[in-house]
């Protein structure tokens, strides 16, 4: 009889042990959000960074991300986009859009609607014909 109970006790032991590691042990983020949602914040509100400050600190954000392997947040790109296209780079505004487009293809007729507006890819180099 008590070397059941010892039994026992050491399974229930060893079960409550991989109850309690099985719990911590932690799933690594998908995204890497770091400071994008305070930088859609500013934006919004036109307040803290300007829009050229917004764009270097979210540009680092993106390069520290794909050091670590990780995806950008749904929105980053756009976010991104748009911020370029505030401080008038309509062709890194229309190279963000479409990589966000590609990121997450559930965006693709909002990104398009935002492409459209841009109005058509300039081509450079060419004469426009009258």
Same mark, same amino acid.
């Given at each position: 009889?008590? #070397? ?41 509100? #036109?307040?803290?960074?300007? =829009? ?19 995806? &950008? ?31 997450? =293809? ?7 609607? &935002?492409?459209? #507006? &841009? ?12």
């Amino acid at each position: 009889m008590k #070397r059941r109970r010892t039994s026992l006790r050491r399974l229930a032991l060893g079960a409550a042990a991989g109850f309690v590691a099985g719990c911590a042990t932690q799933a690594p983020p998908l995204y890497s959000w770091e400071a994008f949602p305070r930088h859609q914040y500013d934006t919004l509100l #036109r307040e803290g960074k300007s =829009p050229l400050e917004q764009i270097r600190a979210m540009e680092s954000q993106a390069e520290k991300a794909r050091a670590k392997g990780l995806a &950008l947040p749904p929105g980053f790109r756009a976010h991104l986009g748009m911020l370029h296209l505030t401080v008038g780079d309509a062709d890194a505004a229309r190279r963000y859009l479409e990589a966000e487009k590609a990121a997450f =293809p559930e965006a693709e007729a909002y990104m398009d609607r &935002l492409l459209e #507006r &841009l109005g058509p890819r300039e081509t450079r180099g060419t004469a426009n014909p009258a």
